[in-house]
């Protein structure tokens, strides 16, 4: 009952909050150009939908969005990982890290241009920065907070290195990790996005640069919205991953019996 009303409550606030845009635009409350009406977003992300063109779009939004997320995922886990066990490497690369880390990633996709063009690589390569240092410090500090009578529990038992890595380290790593996929999703659509900005042919970024240029907030916003749906949907993908892969956490419904 309670998942009912949080539901019920839920569709009452999209109801209200764009119903009310609606309404604004209609009464000429809302200036349509800048905030135009809902349905006319609507409208248009139907009229993308029904056109096959689009999806070739999508394709390359999603194909540069994956492979940014799954090679910042493996570099950042492995790199987390590695220092987290070795802390003397650690202290010695730490301001280097870091000072990479501070530097904004926008100011890096003019160099990823010059050096891999106006392709793929140069849009995947921006969305590697924004997803690589968030598992990796998530990765790092999951394999530092190890419980040491766990460790040296596994140690009395026999457990080599590689088993302390496969039966200690990467559980106890594994919800810090969880959290920041869950969390990067966002960042490597975000480098996709930002690198079709700069220069590109094809892709959602790519469309809602040319609908700011021709002043169509319709087609910014339409865009906007097919950007949340498509990382709604990710992250939906992760929660079931989340939820097979760390079976011994207990889950909301059993928490609050």
Known sequence: MRTATERFIQAGLVVAVFGGWQAGVALGVIDPFFFPAPWDVVSQMYAWLS???????????LTE?????????????????????????????DPFIKSFNAIPRVVLAPIFVLWLGLGLWSK????????????????MQGVREVNPT????????????????????????????????????????????????LGASAGLGYLIAQAEGNFNAVGVFAGIVVLAMFVLLIDRVLDVAEHRLITWRPRATETTR
């Open 51 to 61: 056109d096959t063109g689009f999806y070739r779009h999508v394709s390359v939004t």
């Open 124 to 139: 995947v390569a921006l969305a590697v920065t924004l997803v690589f240092f968030i598992t990796f410090f998530n990765a």
């Open 65 to 93: 969005t994956a492979l940014g997320y799954v090679i910042g995922t493996v570099l950042g886990v492995a790199g987390g990982v590695w220092l987290g066990l070795n802390t003397t490497i650690a202290r010695i690369l």
């Open 150 to 197: 766990v460790l040296a529990n596994a140690r009395i038992l026999g457990a080599n290195r590689r088993d302390l890595l496969r039966h200690v380290y990467f559980p106890a790593a594994a919800s810090w990790i969880l959290s920041s996929l869950r969390t990067s999703v966002g960042f490597a659509v975000v480098g996709a996005i930002i690198g079709e900005y």
